[in-house]
């Protein structure tokens, strides 16, 4: 812990041809095994995919140099990757504004984010300051970021989510006892020294289009071997509870096709287990959808559901596995849920 103190915080991203090099030992290597290691809490959350995940990609030869995650939200699965080493170097990407200034500003700018973090009142009247706030420079939004995902219900930024414990505060959870600073200060600095080791490269703000472009021109000295892409696209049936970009049903098409005619490069597909999205991809030749009993919550409405997840991938070894079993064409799956 304490890496601010140990390790001068690095400032400003690397460049592209760091990818090459190897990462630095992390201070405090022991945050990246604990259940929880992101900062911010976030609808749909994957850290129990991880293991699934991080299983596929040390199945498969060569391991990748470069992780790019273009929904990245709460970024577990590519903290814990490069945490524990199963990947070298990664970029974080998002097109909602406010992920992608507090990303950068957890990576390149931390000691700023964690003083003015502990200088905020934890009230709902901060709530709605921060609710109804504009901000424009990239620190504010990196600020309203983590001020609104660890005091709104669910961690939801967006829509109709409300401050946890109520306006009324009468509920046995107030507003603060999600922003708990010890550990907050400790995530963080666990993101400045992915940043500071070479671990983590970059942070865009971009959709997922223009990620995909970007990888392709600034690190195209890699083989296709050599890269991976975890993508988490919003959920299918909630997504406009929970997100302020979420997708239209031609948007997952889009990305589908995108993946099977463009894609250069590993990658990792997560859904919510949806009808729409088993037609999508099942069958498709050199692509492979795994079900797994994933049982999360899907929050941000009314009445809250439990689903289990789809996780699709084009590596061409899949390992036996009790964690997950592999889904057939449309015509031979399991359409019960």
């Given at each position: 812990?304490?890496?601010?103190k140990?390790?001068?915080?690095?400032?400003?991203?690397?460049s592209?041809?760091?990818?090459?090099?190897?990462?630095?030992?992390?201070?405090d290597?022991?945050?990246?095994?604990?259940s929880?290691i992101?900062?911010?809490?976030?609808?749909?959350?994957?850290?129990?995919?991880?293991?699934?995940?991080?299983?596929?990609?040390n199945?498969n030869?060569?391991?990748?140099?470069?992780?790019?995650?273009?929904?990245c939200g709460?970024?577990?699965?590519?903290?814990?990757?490069?945490g524990?080493?199963?990947v070298e170097?990664?970029?974080?990407?998002?097109?909602?504004?406010?992920?992608?200034?507090?990303?950068?500003?957890?990576?390149?700018?931390?000691?700023?984010?964690?003083?003015?973090?502990?200088e905020?009142s934890?009230?709902?009247?901060?709530?709605?300051?921060?609710?109804?706030?504009?901000?424009?420079?990239?620190?504010?939004?990196?600020?309203k970021?983590?001020?609104?995902?660890?005091?709104?219900?669910?961690?939801?930024?967006?829509g109709?989510?409300?401050?946890?414990?109520?306006?009324?505060?009468?509920?046995?959870?107030k507003?603060?006892?999600r922003?708990?600073?010890k550990?907050?200060?400790?995530?963080?600095?666990?993101?400045?020294d992915?940043?500071?080791?070479?671990?983590?490269?970059?942070?865009w703000?971009?959709?997922?289009?223009?990620?995909?472009?970007?990888?392709?021109?600034?690190?195209?000295?890699?083989?296709p071997?050599?890269?991976?892409?975890?993508?988490?696209?919003?959920?299918?049936e909630?997504?406009?509870?929970?997100?302020?970009?979420?997708?239209?049903?031609?948007?997952?098409?889009?990305?589908?096709?995108?993946?099977?005619?463009?894609?250069?490069?590993?990658?990792?597909?997560?859904?919510?287990?949806?009808?729409?999205?088993r037609?999508?991809?099942?069958?498709?030749?050199?692509e492979?959808v795994?079900h797994?009993?994933?049982?999360?919550t899907?929050?941000?409405?009314?009445?809250?559901?439990?689903?289990d997840?789809?996780?699709?991938?084009?590596?061409?070894?899949?390992p036996p596995?009790?964690?997950?079993?592999?889904?057939?064409?449309?015509?031979?799956?399991?359409?019960?849920?």
């Amino acid at each position: 812990m304490g890496n601010a103190k140990k390790r001068p915080a690095r400032r400003k991203p690397w460049s592209s041809e760091a990818v090459l090099d190897k990462p630095g030992a992390l201070v405090d290597d022991g945050l990246f095994r604990n259940s929880v290691i992101s900062p911010l809490r976030y609808p749909g959350a994957k850290r129990q995919l991880v293991p699934v995940i991080e299983l596929l990609i040390n199945a498969n030869i060569p391991p990748p140099r470069l992780l790019l995650e273009p929904f990245c939200g709460g970024a577990t699965t590519t903290l814990r990757l490069l945490g524990s080493g199963v990947v070298e170097h990664g970029i974080l990407a998002d097109v909602d504004p406010l992920i992608a200034a507090f990303w950068r500003t957890a990576a390149f700018d931390s000691r700023w984010l964690i003083d003015a973090m502990h200088e905020e009142s934890i009230t709902v009247a901060r709530w709605d300051w921060w609710r109804a706030a504009n901000p424009r420079g990239r620190r504010e939004r990196a600020l309203k970021c983590l001020f609104l995902n660890r005091t709104t219900f669910s961690g939801i930024l967006h829509g109709r989510a409300g401050p946890i414990g109520g306006r009324t505060q009468k509920s046995e959870y107030k507003i603060d006892c999600r922003f708990g600073l010890k550990g907050l200060t400790r995530r963080i600095e666990g993101v400045a020294d992915l940043a500071s080791t070479g671990r983590l490269l970059d942070v865009w703000q971009a959709d997922w289009r223009k990620a995909l472009q970007d990888l392709r021109s600034k690190f195209g000295i890699l083989e296709p071997g050599e890269v991976v892409v975890y993508l988490d696209p919003p959920y299918v049936e909630k997504a406009p509870w929970l997100y302020e970009w979420s997708f239209e049903s031609t948007e997952h098409a889009e990305l589908a096709a995108a993946l099977t005619s463009e894609a250069w490069y590993g990658w990792l597909l997560s859904y919510d287990d949806n009808s729409t999205i088993r037609h999508l991809y099942s069958g498709r030749p050199g692509e492979a959808v795994l079900h797994i009993p994933h049982r999360y919550t899907a929050a941000g409405s009314v009445t809250r559901k439990v689903r289990d997840e789809l996780l699709v991938t084009n590596l061409p070894t899949i390992p036996p596995s009790d964690r997950y079993r592999l889904l057939g064409p449309p015509e031979e799956s399991d359409q019960s849920y």
